[in-house]
């Protein structure tokens, strides 16, 4: 939690704009997988599942120096037993983020149906390795700890992070 909390305090005092990106055709990657990059212009949904209900919260891709992104917090609602009540300040992100990566992409891996994926962050200063890592992850996912060069970590299960 220590490790999020400039984080947090960044997000509560900025937002994100969420704007599609075109996946990159990666050689011999599966049409099942994708990925999108975080882009400055676009906006994020984050859905995190709490007990009796879920959170959503909207954040914007905001450019930052150097061509790097940050997220910056626009809104959020609990919904508890069919309630739904906004929030006034950003939520703990559930996830890590790098601090300066100028490429972030969130990978999508579905396995057997399109209700069965897991998610990871990987990031990198430098666009073509993150384009061979992606290549290399989306056939062995086990490598997502195994680079220093670059940033990955795993999205918890149940946590949903969408386009807008």
Not at 42 to 58: D, F, K, M, N, Q
Request: charged residues 15%; proline residues 8%; positive net charge.
């Amino acid at each position: 939690m220590t490790a999020l909390m400039p984080l947090v305090a960044l997000l509560s005092t900025t937002g994100c704009i969420h704007k599609p990106a075109v996946p990159i055709a990666v050689a011999g990657a599966s049409t099942e997988n994708s990925y999108m990059d975080l882009v400055a212009g676009g906006r994020l949904r984050i859905v995190v599942p709490i007990a009796t209900g879920y959170e959503i919260s909207h954040y914007l891709i905001e450019p930052r120096h150097a061509g790097q992104v940050r997220l910056r917090f626009v809104s959020a609602a609990i919904t508890r037993n069919g309630v739904t009540a906004e929030e006034t300040g950003a939520p703990a992100l559930p996830f890590a983020l790098p601090r300066a990566a100028q490429h972030i992409r969130l990978i999508y891996l579905v396995r057997k149906s399109s209700a069965d994926h897991k998610m990871a962050i990987a990031a990198s200063k430098n666009l073509p390795a993150l384009n061979a890592f992606t290549g290399r992850f989306q056939t062995d996912p086990n490598i997502c700890d195994g680079d220093p060069a670059l940033f990955c970590s795993w999205v918890p299960s149940g946590v949903a992070i969408r386009p807008e």
